[in-house]
């Protein structure tokens, strides 16, 4: 994955996605559950990055309206949907953030989901402890 995403003034939270630098992984992109771009690496432009954010929110959205057919009380713990040339992974990462990744067809899922859920867990941590910042 290369990282035309790099750290920049708008990408500070970048560095949170390098566990993700796997075979097969094209882009990463951390967002606010409402759909807002926090940071992204990877072969994605910020103004794609930006749209990526939004329709992943949307696509988690769906996945939370069809939980009460797997059972009472379901909550989302990974979307993943595969198209004919990848797939894209969204899981939920700390508070009121998520994690989306896309893949090649030449991924292995099960390291991918494995790197998500551990990353999952450091991004909750690192957002719970960033500092806030003065208006």
Known sequence: MSTPGAVTDGNKLAWMLDDLNVPGVRFAVLLSDDGLRMAHVGEISLDDAE???AASSGLR???KALGEFCGAANTVRQNMTEYDDGMIFITA???????????????????????????AGRVG???????????
Request: aromatic content about 2%; hydrophobic content about 40%; charged content about 20%.
């Open 93 to 119: 990462a700390g508070e009121g953030a998520l994690l989306g990744v896309s893949t090649t067809t030449a991924v292995d899922v099960t390291l991918v989901a494995h790197r998500m859920n551990e990353l």
């Open 51 to 53: 749209r990526f954010a």
């Open 61 to 63: 959205s769906l996945g």
């Open 125 to 135: 941590r690192e957002l719970g402890s960033l500092p806030r910042q003065q208006r």
